[in-house]
């Protein structure tokens, strides 16, 4: 009786030992001035997901996802954990990036908060990759909407101080680029700017003004009929990105507004992340 009890508290132990997910902390406890007590709830952290088909002993490759949300919250599951999961079906390891936000009171985190949280988790990614089993010139960034911003100013910046880790490859899905009119998006310029922020500190977060022949290859989504974030903030960072000769693609849809997501529900609209996979296959990260 006791052997059936154990098999069955095995057995039923199994599916969520497997859905685990390990959160990596970013930051030490004797990291000063990372958290604002009364504001954040939790420190900034990341959570790995792991591919799914783990039996090949080649490499993989690894994509550190930031979610969207204006930079005042994340929107966690839909533009982190599903894209996480899709990508781990098609054997590439996921890590969701947890970083710090703000809100209308500007009683949270500004720039460089976000910034820094991203690449303390682009830096942990490449310096254990071998501990993960993923190729170190194959770590890429991901980002939606103001995630996308954040991927881009990584992919702009980090470039330009040879003491940072630059990711090989990034992928856009309706991001925030300029923080200039008439096509900033409002929200997001006053959430990581502030109310009034200085001209040099605008056209330093413009990724748009920083891409250089050292920017990574880009695959840029986003919907034409995007009225949050101008369909244009994607076409100014595409349009740099060939002026300086570097690899780009840039799917604009007919529909999906802003926000959809891996759009599950509409048969179009849900072929971009095979779109994204036959990509990463064509520029041989996959």
Not at 51 to 59: D, V, Y
Not at 142 to 165: D, E, Q, R, W, Y
Not at 182 to 194: E, F, I, T
């Amino acid at each position: 009786m006791r052997l059936l009890f154990f098999f069955i508290l095995t057995f039923y132990s199994i599916p969520s030992m497997v859905n685990a997910q390990k959160r990596i902390y970013l930051y030490t406890d004797s990291d000063s001035n990372i958290i604002i007590k009364g504001f954040d709830t939790v420190k900034p952290y990341m959570e790995y997901y792991p591919a799914t088909n783990q039996l090949s002993k080649n490499p993989r490759i690894a994509i550190l996802i930031c979610p969207g949300g204006g930079y005042r919250y994340l929107s966690w599951e839909k533009e982190g954990v599903k894209p996480a999961k899709f990508f781990n079906s098609n054997g590439i390891d996921v890590f969701v990036l947890h970083y710090r936000v703000n809100d209308e009171m500007q009683r949270g985190h500004g720039y460089p908060a976000q910034y820094n949280d991203a690449n303390k988790a682009l830096n942990y990614i490449h310096n254990h990759a071998d501990s993960f089993h993923i190729q170190k010139n194959r770590i890429g960034i991901m980002g939606f909407s103001a995630g996308g911003h954040l991927a881009a100013t990584i992919s702009t910046l980090n470039p330009l101080n040879p003491k940072s880790f630059t990711p090989s490859f990034s992928i856009l899905v309706y991001p925030v680029i300029t923080m200039e009119n008439p096509y900033a998006h409002a929200g997001s310029k006053k959430m990581l700017l502030g109310e009034d922020p200085s001209a040099d500190l605008i056209k330093q977060l413009s990724a748009e003004k920083n891409i250089s022949p050292n920017t990574p290859p880009a695959i840029i989504i986003q919907a034409g009929d995007d009225k949050t974030v101008p369909v244009q903030n994607s076409i100014m960072y595409y349009e740099q990105l060939l002026a300086n000769h570097i690899p780009a693609a840039l799917f604009i849809y007919d529909h999906g507004k802003h926000g959809f997501g891996m759009a599950e529900n509409d048969p179009w609209l849900s072929q971009w992340p095979q779109q994204v996979i036959a990509w990463l296959k064509e520029s041989h990260y996959l």
